[in-house]
């Protein structure tokens, strides 16, 4: 994949070597040294019911309700060095970042929107998000709440060793996904996914999350049909790569990895055939339309 020398996005937030806390720690001890006071009062029990509707509240909508009564997360900066490998790796994110910002940016005026841009967080072991505390082990991740990305690097090493899909196109098509998912927020996707699984038995919601997924895939297929075709950034062998990591991160497959039993009813993510089908749906046509997977009778 050519990338050098491509403009970088301005949309990312460097956390590699922060550790997450939050700034009135003590807090917690303050507010059980009062507690007794505020359960004997009528105002104080009150006050202590409100907010703790409005920590779990909050929490179901996506966002960190008890990290701004405690001040805000503030990340607690440690001295850290990475490798010029990883420095690499975190200037290639930034490029593919923009590549998607030129393309959606594009798509959406043709359409007569205005694409928002989201910001792409960069962490080292864990991170905290308006969608709660996460570890590295999650993989990237999209949260809606704060429409910022979350990739901790050391996932694309998984991504070549573990799960066999080395490659610059494979680690693009990963942003890309996660940047599909900004996508569907912005045109009410994700919205109508949440409403529509309400009520709906585990089943039922699994397999409209694995239709979401497919179509984040549609969609990083589409960023890459359009910078292609506009900058001519791949190099032979390029799709191959990113085929391979869809195929790779499939649930069957990462089921029969984990020594299980392929159950589809439990996927949430789509198979590796579906996975490889919807990115070269986009990839092949890059039509938002085509990207339907919630209509289409098969997936």
Request: proline share 4%; hydrophobic share 40%; charged share 20%.
């Amino acid at each position: 994949m050519r990338w050098q020398d491509r403009r970088r996005s301005d949309n990312v937030e460097d956390r590699r070597g922060s550790s997450p806390s939050y700034a009135a720690a003590g807090a917690a001890p303050l507010l059980l040294r009062f507690l007794p006071g505020l359960l004997r009062s009528k105002t104080g029990r009150f006050l202590l019911i409100g907010g703790l509707l409005a920590i779990f509240g909050g929490r179901m909508l996506g966002i960190d309700v008890l990290g701004l009564f405690l001040g805000g997360a503030q990340p607690t900066t440690q001295q850290a060095s990475f490798s010029p490998e990883e420095e690499q790796l975190a200037q290639f994110v930034s490029v593919v970042l923009a590549e998607t910002e030129d393309t959606w940016n594009e798509v959406f005026a043709a359409n007569g929107q205005r694409y928002s841009e989201p910001t792409l967080v960069l962490f080292s072991g864990r991170v905290n998000s308006a969608c709660g505390m996460a570890s590295s082990a999650v993989g990237p991740f999209y949260c809606p709440g704060d429409q910022n990305l979350y990739i901790d690097l050391s996932f694309f090493h998984d991504l070549a060793t573990r799960h066999g899909a080395p490659g610059d196109f494979a680690q693009a098509y990963v942003v890309a996904h996660e940047v599909g998912h900004h996508v569907q927020t912005l045109l009410g996707i994700s919205q109508q996914v949440r409403q529509a699984g309400s009520g709906r038995s585990k089943e039922e919601v699994n397999a409209l999350s694995v239709r979401q997924e497919l179509q984040a895939d549609c969609f990083a297929g589409i960023w890459g049909y359009h910078a292609n075709r506009k900058e001519q950034i791949l190099d032979p062998g390029d799709l191959e790569e990113a085929l391979r990591a869809a195929t790779a991160i499939g649930d069957d497959r990462l089921q029969r990895e984990a020594g299980q039993r392929v159950v589809p009813d439990s996927f949430t993510h789509g198979s590796s055939k579906q996975r490889v089908r919807w990115f070269k749906t986009g990839f092949e046509g890059g039509s938002v339309a085509a990207c339907d997977t919630f209509s289409a009778k098969t997936i």
